[in-house]
């Protein structure tokens, strides 16, 4: 994981995330999810989103499948809206895949595993 600070336990916002799943907030974004040494899959979600509830457990089963080449981050905007304004991020759920620094892919809304490990392939 990039940056040496502690990466916040999603455990305590989101029960059913395992700790590898991290939370982003516009004060870490830059090191933790731009500055990282591996491409982050980063979830753009709020607590009142059904749709992101139902994108929770993909992936998390992702990043257990991907652990160690790809990293996953949660960012919730009602919290954090700087992060989301500076992608043009306007639904959610919106994951977008950052690599080197740079967003490479974006995946909105709600899909079947099936979408998410295409889009991702080139990650996972």
Not at 17 to 43: C, G, H, I, K, N
Not at 54 to 83: C, H, M, S, W, Y
């Amino acid at each position: 994981m990039a940056g040496d600070s502690p990466r916040t336990c999603p455990e305590e916002a989101w029960p059913g995330y395992s700790a590898r799943v991290f939370e982003v907030t516009d004060d870490t974004f830059d090191r933790d999810v731009l500055q990282a040494d591996m491409p982050v899959v980063l979830d753009f979600w709020a607590p009142w989103c059904g749709p992101c509830r139902k994108v929770e457990p993909i992936l998390e089963q992702l990043e257990t499948e991907a652990r160690g080449r790809v990293e996953f981050a949660k960012v919730n905007i009602d919290e954090n809206p700087l992060v989301a304004a500076r992608y043009g991020v306007l639904s959610i759920p919106t994951a977008i895949v950052f690599a080197d620094g740079e967003p490479r892919d974006t995946l909105i809304g709600a899909r079947p595993r099936k979408h998410y490990e295409r889009a991702l392939q080139a990650w996972l």
